[in-house]
């Protein structure tokens, strides 16, 4: 498949983690994130607000995958206004909170969600990420398992 015009591969696996890792977050920071996954488009409207107060804001265009591991997506990033111009659109929205941590990132839901962390790590190739040895924290890989996705779990379908 050619890549559309701007667009990049995101080449990402994704696994559930122990909850026995979630005791060792306390002392480490992290990154709340907000994502509105907009309904009947394939388009993430997302804030990312770091611990010191600054906040991004960015446009996310999925393109639908090319086999489990790979995806073509273009991000813009945007100003507040146009953030907030955008955040009425319909969808459904869901938060969390990012750790960096072995490699990858850590997502951690509000506990009333009743959502599994999720570790995921992006690669440079196919290979890479076929060829990669996850850290024992994690459980069941749901790399390609859609009842998973961002999206998904922000719809309430997981």
């Known amino acids: 498949m050619e890549l559309p015009k701007y667009a990049i591969c995101e080449i990402e696996r ?3 983690v122990r909850p026995e890792v979630l005791e060792q977050l306390a002392a480490l920071p992290f990154t709340k994130i907000t994502d509105l996954y907009i309904y009947q ?3 993430r409207l997302r804030c990312m607000e ?9 446009l996310c265009k999925k393109y639908g995958k ?3 591991i790979s995806e073509p997506i273009t991000n813009i990033y945007l100003s507040e206004l146009e953030y907030n111009l955008l955040k009425i659109l319909p969808g459904a929205k869901i938060t969390k909170r990012r750790y960096k941590l072995a490699g990858g990132n850590l997502d951690v839901f509000p506990e009333e969600s009743k959502i599994a962390p999720v570790f995921e790590i992006e ?3 196919e290979d890479d990420a076929q060829n990669y040895v996850p850290p024992e924290f994690v459980t069941i890989e749901i790399t390609g398992n859609d009842a998973l ?3 998904s779990l922000a719809r309430g379908r997981a």
């Open 50 to 58: 770091k611990l010191s107060g600054e906040k991004i804001y960015k």
């Open 14 to 16: 994704r696994w559930q």
């Open 123 to 125: 690669f440079a190739s």
């Open 41 to 43: 488009a394939q388009i």
């Open 66 to 68: 090319i086999n489990v």
């Open 149 to 151: 996705s961002g999206a």
